[in-house]
């Protein structure tokens, strides 16, 4: 489990050295002469006929390095992602937007950076009527990076792209239509090819607000990691088989009692469905787990099970503010809604 541990086991299949890469090339030859041996069996079957045999050699030999180069393709452009430094820019914009960043030490904070490349690398963030920056781009990578930090092995399998929405959006994708925009983010696609949609204000106010315990991004990513078994309904493949059972029964208890309201609420919208409890609680989980911990110990205890982390033990010895500028009052609310703070994301957080 992710706090100090976590230091001691910073690799994983994104995050590709010398040693994985070489693993990965000896692997890969194995398989490819698997792939031309039938045909070497058929040259050697037919070695009368010397020009068939020859096609057949040369065909063994084609398909064997097409094979290669395909099982080692991932691991060499991450490899060579890698050898990049990171970009500049990605660290101060970490620092001043992403709290879960500034609390981690130092060597994890090293490995969030890289996450970060590699996600960002290799995954096409797109604007719809609206321009990306390095600012949007940091933030997507962050919503997908916190999820998975506790994890040694991972890969977003079906994740293809990501979209930002100028506004909040209709049912039918729809910004502006006079209809009623309630949509913050979805997840969309088939089971193996996966779209997470995003709200740009959305987006930008679940970070200006670290502690509110909501924030649009982790909660569409804590979809994509439901969905890694294929399916996205509230239990994520992460959880041991032997806790799926108490886990399903705890997410119907809770969302009994959602409905209760009460300091330390589950936002109500948990009660939706199980894969939605399960988002929702996830975005508790990493902005406010100190509180979750202590109104809902039982929650945070699995929640620590499926994402392999003690946020409230990183939070409580590491945490340090972010470096934004403190806003005052009547400043812009940092979440673009042309609001003043006091009566946009303030009002909200108290």
């Avoid at 991450?78 to 609390?103: D, F, G, M, T």
């Avoid at 996830?282 to 205890?301: C, D, G, I, N, R």
């Amino acid at each position: 489990m992710i706090g100090r541990s976590l230091a001691r086991n910073p690799e994983a299949p994104l995050l590709v050295d010398a040693q994985t890469l070489k693993r990965n090339r000896l692997n890969s030859l194995k398989l490819s002469a698997l792939i031309a041996l039938p045909i070497l069996l058929m040259a050697g079957y037919l070695h009368r006929d010397r020009t068939a045999a020859i096609l057949l050699l040369v065909l063994a030999g084609v398909c064997a390095l097409v094979g290669y180069r395909l099982f080692t393709a991932k691991v060499r452009r991450r490899w060579n992602i890698l050898a990049q430094p990171v970009p500049e820019a990605y660290e101060p914009l970490l620092k001043q937007h992403v709290a879960y960043y500034n609390a981690l030490e130092p060597d994890c904070q090293a490995r969030f950076l890289r996450l970060v490349q590699v996600f960002l690398a290799e995954t096409p963030i797109s604007g719809i009527d609206l321009e990306v920056t390095d600012h949007h781009r940091i933030l997507v990578a962050a919503s997908a990076v916190i999820p998975v930090m506790g994890f040694p092995h991972w890969e977003y399998e079906y994740l293809s792209e990501v979209l930002l929405y100028p506004a909040n959006f209709d049912k039918n994708y729809d910004v502006g239509s006079g209809e009623d925009q309630r949509i913050l983010g979805m997840v969309h696609g088939s089971l193996n090819n996966g779209v997470v949609i995003l709200s740009e204000p959305a987006l930008v106010a679940g970070f200006a607000n670290p502690h509110d315990k909501r924030n649009v991004g982790i909660h569409e990513f804590a979809h994509m990691v439901d969905k890694r078994d294929g399916s996205i309904d509230g239990v994520a493949a992460a959880l041991p088989p032997d806790l799926i059972a108490p886990w399903r029964n705890l997410m119907e208890e809770k969302m009994r009692e959602v409905c209760k309201g009460g300091k330390g609420a589950i936002d109500p919208y948990g009660k939706t469905n199980e894969q939605e409890f399960l988002a929702v609680t996830t975005e508790y989980f990493f902005e406010s787990p100190q509180k979750l911990a202590k109104a809902h110990p039982k929650v945070y205890e699995m929640l620590s099970r499926i994402y392999n982390q003690d946020t409230a033990q990183i939070f409580a010895e590491e945490y340090h503010l972010l470096t934004r500028k403190r806003l005052g009052r009547n400043d812009p609310c940092p979440c673009h809604s042309g609001r003043k703070y006091k009566r946009c994301c303030l009002r909200r957080k108290h």
